[in-house]
């Protein structure tokens, strides 16, 4: 279709770096591969993260594997942000100078 889209992640790996690489290799490609990526990116970002986590859950099984990682992605369709995270990584978006909040962060010691 004709509309600009824009993806960013970053991810911070705990306990090794094999979840981080695992993750910043395969997410974007299940989220391009969703088929709700065009009519509903939102849904597109939180399903890749599951399908993501079940794929890497399934190779550390395999592997014995012991990292995990925290991830941020920013998808953006036309003039729609769309975030998605998992863990305490932030996402933060500067308009005119000021910090707007976009998220809070998972805490252990939050709900």
Known sequence: DDVDRAYFAVFDGHGGVDAANYS??????????HEEIV????EALKCSFQKTDEMFLFK????????????VSALIVGNEL???WLGDSQVMLVQQGKAVTLMEPHKPERE
């Open 24 to 33: 910043a290799t395969h997410l974007h490609v299940n989220v391009g591969l």
């Open 60 to 71: 550390a099984k395999r592997e014995k594997l012991r990292s995990g990682t925290t991830g």
């Open 82 to 84: 769309h975030v998605a």
């Open 39 to 42: 009519k509903n990116p939102a």
